[in-house]
């Protein structure tokens, strides 16, 4: 079988979600005939979909759907189709960001991201928007790439990082989205901590909300939920 494409183009949608409380009193059964009912949606959509937990760890948001289309008419359509089940009346979007995927810029190889390779999710997902100054597009190119040597060295301490990003100028507000995944989120917290050291970090000017989700399947999601 052939590879992953490296040039393959998606939209990435991160779709975050609070659940409104008259959701609870629903009787049991009808609330795992929803999941179902989602769980179907979802899987005969043609979207590329994770589903995440935020419950108790957001005040803002209690699940993510992390979909990813070659239009974003595919992306409407998934989430219209969502909004249609019982699920959806209950629900209602709390944050979301667009973006898509393209080469890097700086990176010397050209190598698709987890998340489109098709690699095997790991257990949390940290998701947050990203925004660099003006000052940093004017420097020179040969300055920029200097910078981002040290940033991407930084990086290849922690192999066992998976680092999901893409660019959303012109699409949404922020400048990229930046997806983590990680099996332990300390390891995370330490990347993050050595990166406040680099150069670069002068230019950022934007890298928060920071919102870790934990990996759950639909029904199990959807039953967690109350």
Not at 199 to 204: A, D, L
Request: with cysteine.
């Amino acid at each position: 079988m052939p590879g992953p494409d490296p040039d393959e183009r998606l939209y990435f949608d991160f779709s975050f979600f609070k659940v409104d409380p008259k959701w609870r009193w629903m009787a049991d059964l009808a609330k795992q005939e929803s999941a179902r009912e989602v769980e179907i949606v979802m899987g005969n959509s043609g979207v590329r979909a994770r589903t995440y937990s935020t419950l108790g760890l957001r005040s803002d948001a209690d699940f993510l759907f992390w979909l990813a289309a070659g239009t974003v008419e595919e992306i409407q359509d998934v989430v219209s189709k969502l909004y249609g089940t019982v699920f959806g009346k209950y629900i209602a979007p709390s944050r979301t960001y667009l973006s898509c995927t393209r080469p890097s810029t700086y990176a010397k190889k050209a190598e698709p991201m987890p998340f489109v390779a098709g690699h095997e999710p790991k257990k949390y997902v940290v998701v947050y928007p990203f925004v660099k100054s003006r000052e940093w597009y004017l420097l020179t190119g040969e300055r920029r790439q200097e910078l981002m040597d040290e940033h991407i060295g930084v990086g290849q301490r922690y192999p066992q990082i998976a680092l999901n990003t893409t660019y959303s100028f012109g699409l949404d507000d922020q400048d990229f989205m930046l997806a983590f995944e990680t099996d332990d989120l300390r390891d995370f917290q330490n990347l993050i901590m050595d990166l406040r050291e680099t150069q670069i970090s002068r230019f950022v000017t934007l890298d928060v909300p920071m919102i870790p989700c934990v990996r759950q399947g639909i029904i199990p999601l959807i039953s967690s939920l109350g």
